[in-house]
């Protein structure tokens, strides 16, 4: 028997808090490096892309897997599992002398992130059993994602001029030796489940339905919609996404159990997820190439010039962990949606005039309405669905989000990579008006998915008087 550790609460929750922030931070830092990187390598826009995809894609594709792992194995050790892997894969990337190695690195990234997520999560959850405790621990987890979103832009363009761009991934090492010795001290040890089953044949089909839609939409950019190859990889997703489909629903054990989407708030929440990270994600990488290259802004005015957009999500954050008891989750998901739409459509008027002043409004807005909604929607999914699918239900929200940046930045990177300005611009209105499109769409999925999730609950408190 090993002998016991003796638990730490504060300290295990800086632990994953540590966790949370560096996976957030390479999410957001990479965009404001992507002058450096296209210098240093020769990169085009298709090359870039696949910088920030690489991770986004093994992140979205690895969470429902790194869920099972947690489980089956304990959260604690794959939590220090993940934390190894991402700090080891970002010297690699630090060190990296090839385009190709760097994209090799940022895939072993994505996947030490994928470890890290959700089981922070687990053991916030194991140290914290007051249900009080934990919705404060949680709380400020989320913050420190939102400060990390925030800061990372801002602290990348500071390193980036100083040190240069490889000290963006370096700087991930000495965070992570902290996170681990944190965790092997102060961290109790999780219960393994060594019955858990980690469906491999869906996690395989999934992984290889993702990855060939994310070719596709990449290698869009280049060779056009009409090309063979893009048709060819294309027809490849619907291979693979129909056997993953007719897997899961004839697994009585599957990772992502199909009866999830009849529920309304479910299904509504997963399709709102994937559209707000869609726009968000896809816009903060047009903007990063824009302000580099149509403004000729140097990586730290870069990093400033996020501030307004990415500082907001913090302060909504916490407004928004305050409302929910007060307002329905329909009422504040709507809500959001339209500030968000609202936001993005004034940034058509204040590109035109070229005003970094008139830009910031547009930001707070844009930024402030995601904010908002995204805790909204995770309360939302978490409360319609029993105890025991709580885990797989919240990582299929966060699968959808993360799969929705990766088609944000493939989608809208495709939209501005000519180098001619006029093009570029031209792509960038062109991205901004699918942005209000598709909130459009989530605002009404909101309404109606939503109000479903209204009305049972309603249900419910007359069942119990």
């Known amino acids: 028997m090993p002998s016991p550790i003796r638990s730490h609460p504060r300290l295990t929750q800086v632990a994953t808090c540590l966790g949370f922030v560096v996976v957030l931070i390479d999410v957001s830092v990479v965009n404001v490096a992507l002058d450096a990187l296209r210098s240093a390598f020769g990169a085009d826009v298709l090359d870039l892309q696949w910088v920030v995809n690489a991770y986004g894609l093994v992140f979205a594709s690895s969470l429902l897997l790194a869920g099972a792992l947690g489980d089956r194995f304990g959260a604690k050790r794959v ?3 993940g ?10 990337c630090g060190l990296a002398t090839s385009l190709a190695a ?3 690195w940022r895939v072993a990234q994505g996947l030490g992130a994928a470890l890290l997520v959700p089981t922070s999560l687990s053991l916030l959850r194991q140290v914290f059993e007051d249900p009080a405790a934990r919705s404060r621990a949680i709380g400020w987890w989320g913050a420190g994602g939102g400060i990390a979103l925030a800061a990372g832009p801002v602290i990348g363009g500071v390193l980036i001029e ?11 090492l000495p965070i992570g030796v902290i996170g681990l010795w944190l965790t092997a001290r102060h961290a109790p040890a999780s219960v393994a489940q060594r019955g858990r089953s980690l469906d491999l044949p869906g996690q395989v089909t999934g992984v290889l339905a993702l990855g060939t839609l994310t070719l596709a939409l990449t290698e869009a950019t280049d060779l056009g919609w009409t090309s063979p190859a893009v048709l060819g990889v294309l027809g490849l997703c619907g291979v693979f996404s129909g056997a993953f489909l007719w897997l899961e629903a004839r697994n009585p054990e599957a990772m992502l159990p199909l009866e999830l989407f009849r529920d309304w708030t479910v299904g509504s929440a997963t399709v709102i997820g994937l559209i ?40 909504m954050n916490i407004l928004a962990g305050r409302l929910m008891g007060r307002l329905s989750e329909q009422a504040l998901v709507v809500a959001g949606l339209t500030v968000s739409a609202c936001g993005y459509a004034l940034m058509l008027p204040a590109l035109a005039t070229q005003s970094y002043t008139l830009l910031v409004l547009p930001m707070l807005l844009a930024g402030s309405g995601i904010a908002l909604v995204i805790p909204t929607i995770t309360q ?12 797989v239900a919240s990582g299929l ?5 993360q799969v929705g940046g990766v088609m944000g930045v493939a989608l809208f990177g495709g939209l501005v990579r000519h180098a001619q300005p006029a093009l570029f611009m031209l792509g960038m209105e062109q991205a901004l008006i699918a942005c209000v499109a598709l909130l459009a769409v989530s605002i009404v999925t909101g309404f109606f ?4 999730h209204r009305a049972q609950r309603l249900a419910n408190r007359r069942a119990c008087t």
């Open 79 to 81: 939590f220090m599992a």
């Open 83 to 92: 934390f190894a892997l991402f700090s080891l894969a970002s010297v690699g």
């Open 102 to 104: 760097l994209i090799g």
């Open 162 to 172: 100083s040190l240069g761009w490889r000290s963006i991934f370096l700087v991930n």
């Open 276 to 315: 707000i990270n869609l726009v968000f994600y896809g816009m903060v990488f047009t903007f990063s190439l824009f302000f580099q290259s149509i403004w000729q802004l140097s990586p730290q005015r870069t990093g400033l010039a996020f501030l307004p957009m990415m500082a907001v999500l913090m302060l």
């Open 380 to 391: 939302a999914v978490l409360t319609a669905v029993p105890a025991n699918r709580a885990g």
């Open 397 to 401: 929200l966060n699968a959808a989000r």
């Open 449 to 452: 998915g939503l109000r479903h």
